[in-house]
Nanobody
Framework: VQLVESGGGLVQPGGSLRLSCVAT????????MGWYRQPPGKQRELVAS???????YYGDAVEGRVAISRDKDKNTVDLQLTSLKPEDTGIYYC??????????????????WGQGTQVTVAS
């Protein structure tokens, strides 16, 4: 299973950015997908997640400024970031909890991370 992110880059304060992530491989089903970020010198933190029933969770630092959406058919998750601040700078990682199907066997509760995409908010 691979998670591949795209859409990072340099944006000015107050600007917007859309991140996308696609999951590929021996995927049987995906329970949840989400985005985490790691600011420079800090620990990784939740940005947003979306679960099978459509329930969404947002980190306190981004509440009201981001929106997460998912396409179950395409195994993709998008993150729309708005009103960006310099403190939103960091590496943004895609994450997925899923069940794989390999050689006829199901394996539940597997967790995967993408390589990360850099988001820099600066003037």
């Amino acid at each position: 299973v691979q998670l591949v992110e795209s859409g990072g880059g340099l944006v000015q304060p107050g600007g917007s950015l859309r991140l996308s992530c696609v999951a590929t491989g021996s995927i049987f089903s995906i329970y949840s997908m989400g985005w985490y970020r790691q600011p420079p010198g800090k620990q990784r933190e939740l940005v947003a997640s979306i679960h099978a029933a459509g329930t969404t969770y947002y980190g306190d630092a981004v509440e009201g400024r981001v929106a997460i959406s998912r396409d179950k058919d395409k195994n993709t998750v998008d993150l729309q970031l708005t009103s960006l601040k310099p403190e939103d700078t960091g590496i943004y990682y895609c994450n997925a909890d899923l069940t794989t199907l390999k050689n006829g066997f199901l394996s539940t509760g597997e967790n995967y991370w993408g390589q990360g995409t850099q988001v820099t908010v600066a003037s």
